[in-house]
């Protein structure tokens, strides 16, 4: 075998863990929003996605999660391979594998339902599932900033200004509503920024798997 089709070998699975990690963002929010529209009593300004676990269509969120979490692993270690020696080619990528198994964590550690969600429940209840959900999500969530921060490290030596600036901006804003929805007063406006700024985090990390898996051809 040559060392031409040898390389070839190599690169081709790493795209296919790219795509993995591309596809994880759109798939989680197409099967979250369709949820959110559609379930008895679910409200995007009260209530965040992981309570869509619970009831009698709960699997289909923890489903969710465990899909979303083994993409986005499998779109890390896809990046750990394609990335050029150098600032954030090691932590970028260990960092949304950390997101990643975070996912898989929430799936098995349900979130506690209440707040009217499932229809019909009280106030909410704290549970020790519930407790290491929220842990695992806190953990999740301050890896993916701090990815944010790390890969903007990268593009600044790289001389890519622009994506620089996008990373920061996005662990910025992230970073502010992860805040305020972890500070007890998660009003409407606080619950619906926490929302708009997850799916911009998790558009940052669609957008920089593609742009790796141009890069690498």
């Avoid at 979490?69 to 750990?80: K, Q, R």
């Avoid at 594998?97 to 964590?105: D, I, K, P, R, Y």
């Avoid at 550690?109 to 407790?131: C, E, H, L, R, W």
């Avoid at 600036?165 to 920024?193: D, E, H, K, P, Q």
Wanted: glycine letters at 12%.
């Amino acid at each position: 075998m040559t060392i031409a089709a040898t390389r070839t070998h190599v690169a081709l699975p790493a795209r296919t863990l790219l795509v993995c990690g591309a596809v994880s963002g759109p798939l989680y929010f197409l099967t979250t929003l369709t949820q959110a529209a559609v379930r008895d009593g679910f409200d995007l300004t009260k209530h965040p996605a992981s309570m869509l676990s619970n009831g009698d269509a709960g699997w289909i969120q923890v489903t969710n999660f465990l899909l979303t979490g083994v993409l986005m692993i499998a779109g890390a270690i896809g990046l750990s391979r394609t990335l050029e020696p150098g600032i954030g080619s090691t932590w970028g990528p260990r960092l949304l594998g950390v997101f990643g198994a975070s996912l898989l964590f929430a799936a098995v550690f349900k979130a506690d339902p209440g707040n009217g969600f499932p229809a019909g429940s009280g106030p909410g209840t704290i549970s020790t599932a519930g407790v290491l959900h929220m842990a695992a999500g806190s953990v999740g969530f301050l890896s993916l900033i701090v990815a944010t921060f790390v890969l903007a490290s990268r593009f600044s030596r790289e001389g890519r200004r622009g994506w620089a600036v996008y990373s920061r901006a996005t662990g910025i804003a992230f970073f502010a509503s992860f805040a305020g929805i972890s500070s007890g007063n998660a009003n409407a406006v606080v619950m619906l920024a926490f929302w708009a700024t997850v799916m911009l985090a998790w558009g940052w990390v669609t957008a920089v798997v593609v742009h790796t898996a141009r890069s690498a051809r």
